[in-house]
């Protein structure tokens, strides 16, 4: 079996993947358990295959958070957080299955993630001026 070798860049976008993962599938634990919400598709795969196969699965959808990133406008990036910001909304777009997580092409997450990166940016700008 031949050797997958991971550049700097896709290294950091898989530990930056595990640890959104990490955040969502605590955070949809604790809603959970207050009733607030359902358990996820992401968690209950999580549950049935266990940590190494989701640490894999961040390592294989590396390169799609990479190809992602490269496709959102810089504009839409600039003051937004790629760890705890720009990874998660990616991650959100991920359709999960005892298989693995499925995805669209990066073209398509990015623009969806542009929309919610920009609409988090306005919303961050009114509470700015509406403090002001």
Same mark, same amino acid.
């Given at each position: 079996?031949?050797? $997958? /070798?991971?550049? #700097? !860049?896709?290294?950091?976008?898989?530990?930056?993947?595990?640890?959104?993962?990490? #955040?969502? $599938?605590?955070?949809?634990? $604790?809603?959970?358990?207050?009733? !607030? #919400?359902? @358990?996820?598709?992401? &968690?209950?795969?999580?549950?049935? %295959?266990?940590?190494?196969?989701?640490? =894999?699965?961040?390592? @294989?959808?590396? =390169? &799609? &958070?990479?190809? %992602?990133? #490269?496709?959102?406008?810089?504009? *839409? @990036?600039?003051?937004?957080?790629?760890?705890?910001? /720009? &990874?998660?909304?990616? !991650?959100?777009?991920? @359709?999960?299955? =005892?298989?693995?997580?499925? =995805?669209?092409?990066?073209?398509?997450?990015? *623009? +969806?993630? %542009? +929309? *919610?990166?920009? *609409?988090?940016?306005?919303?961050?700008?009114?509470?700015?001026? $509406?403090?002001?």
């Amino acid at each position: 079996m031949a050797r $997958k /070798i991971y550049s #700097e !860049l896709e290294a950091e976008a898989a530990l930056c993947l595990w640890e959104a993962m990490l #955040e969502a $599938k605590f955070t949809n634990e $604790k809603r959970e358990e207050e009733g !607030l #919400e359902e @358990r996820s598709d992401m &968690v209950s795969v999580w549950d049935d %295959t266990g940590s190494l196969f989701m640490r =894999h699965e961040a390592l @294989r959808l590396a =390169h &799609v &958070v990479c190809e %992602t990133y #490269e496709l959102i406008p810089v504009g *839409a @990036r600039d003051a937004i957080a790629y760890d705890w910001e /720009i &990874v998660p909304a990616i !991650l959100d777009t991920f @359709r999960w299955s =005892h298989q693995g997580a499925a =995805h669209d092409a990066p073209a398509q997450i990015a *623009a +969806v993630v %542009t +929309v *919610a990166l920009e *609409a988090e940016q306005k919303r961050f700008q009114d509470s700015q001026r $509406k403090a002001a």
